[in-house]
Nanobody
Framework: QVRLVESGGGLVQTGGSLRLSCAAS????????MGWYRQAPGKQRELVAT???????TYADFVKGRFTISRDNAKNTVDLQMNSLEPEDTAVYYC?????????WGQGTQVTVSS
């Protein structure tokens, strides 16, 4: 079993920045991909960014160079630095980790961007 604890969400004005963090504990030895997803009210959950164990990165098109994902394999953490935030970025952001035969989700952290 793996437990994920997210932090760093909050309220920010348009153009502001937030840094989300996710820490994994438990059976973390076989984690491959770590990532962030988001779900806005009335919309489906969508990928924001992922990073593999060898730090290969994938970003959604809407990120447009504003977000940066990073991870610390020794600490089993994954961060998402979000800059130039827009009201359209308002959503609950979820951390997800994947490995051979498993996926785990965090409980989500709210990000609200005011105009």
């Amino acid at each position: 079993q793996v437990r994920l604890v997210e932090s760093g969400g909050g309220l920010v004005q348009t153009g502001g920045s937030l840094r989300l963090s996710c820490a994994a504990s438990g059976s973390t030895f076989s984690i491959d991909v770590m990532g962030w997803y988001r779900q806005a009210p009335g919309k489906q959950r969508e990928l924001v960014a992922t990073i593999t164990s060898d730090r290969g990165r994938t970003y959604a098109d809407f990120v447009k160079g504003r977000f940066t994902i990073s991870r610390d394999n020794a600490k089993n953490t994954v961060d998402l630095q979000m800059n130039s935030l827009e009201p359209e970025d308002t959503a609950v952001y979820y951390c997800k980790i994947s490995g051979l035969g498993f996926n785990y989700w965090g409980q989500g952290t709210q990000v609200t961007v005011s105009s």
